[in-house]
C-alpha cells in the first residue's frame, strides 16, 4: 500500500476498551478473536479513510479456513456503518497475492506496473517474517529485526515448553494474560507452531485417517507432534472460547499428549479471563513439570 502513495495506519494494541467495543458489535455465538478482530477495525474508523479487510477463504489446496474468517469483511461492515471497507480478495479462486486479489477500487486507479512492484515487495518481507519466525522468534521480536530496531541474536539453551493454539491467540499478550512473559520468567524458551515449515506440519497429517479440513486445525496438530519430537517438558494449549473448529481438534491433541506422556496444559481464553485464576493454573502446570524432572533426575 505504501508502494502506491498510501499512508498505512495500523490499530494498537489490545486493550479491555477495545474488547468491549467489539463485543457490544459482535453477535453473541462469534468466538473471542473475532471480538477483538472488530474492537480493533471499530477504534481505526476515527483514523483512516477506509479499512483494508482480507478474506481468506482457503490457502492450501483443498483445506479452509474457518466460516468465521470468511465472514469477516461482512461482519465488518456491519460493525462499523458507513466507514469505507475494501475487501481484500472478494473474486473467487484467487491467490491473496496475486492482482486479481486486491479490490477493484484500487486495481483501477493505480498503474499495473506500480502494484506489482508494491506486491513482490510485500510477498519478500513476507517470506523473511516468516524465516525469522522459523528460527525461533516471536513477531514482535521478527518485526523489530525486519524494520532495523534490533540485532539478531541466538536464543540461549533454556527449558523448553511447547505453546499450541491459534497464532491470534498466542501472540496477542492482552487476551493470553502476558502467558509468554510468564513462561520466560520462569526460564521456559517457549516454541509455537510457526516456528516450522509448513512442509513439516504437512508431513505430521500423514498419521491420520482422513485429512483435518480446517487449515489452522491442521498447524496446531502437526505442532503438536513436532513440539513432542523437540522434547518440550509441556505443552500449553491456548483454545479460544465458542471456537468450533477447537472443539474436535482439541480431542486430538488430547490423545496424542496421552500417547506420547507428554504433560499438557489446556486453558480456555475469553473476555472475561482472569489473571488470578489463569496463572495459578499455569504455575501449577510449571510445579507438575518441576517435580516430574526432580522425578527424572533420582
Ligand atoms: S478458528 Fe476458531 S477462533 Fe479462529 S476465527 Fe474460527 S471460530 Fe474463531
Redesign the pocket.
Known sequence: MEELGFTVVVSGATGKELINAGVKAAVDEV?L??KVFLGHSLALTSQCDALLIPRLVSINRKDYI?P??MGLPEMTKQAVGAHPVLIWKSEQNSDLGSLKALPLDIRRNFPRRQIKKGLQKAKTTFRIYHGLLQQGLFPDEAERILFGAEKKHRAEDRRRMGLIG?PYCLYDPFINLDLVRLLRRYGFKVLAPEFFTPRQIAEEQRVLAKPLF?T?SQRIFGAFRLLCKEKVEGVIYLS?F?????ALIGELVKKEAKANGLPLLQLDLDEHSGEAGFVTRVEAFIDLLNRKRRLNCV
Not at 465458542?242 to 477447537?246: F, N, V
Open positions: 468466538c478473536p473475532v474457518c468465521k474468517f491459534h480446517w489452522l479460544a465458542a471456537c468450533g473448529p477447537e
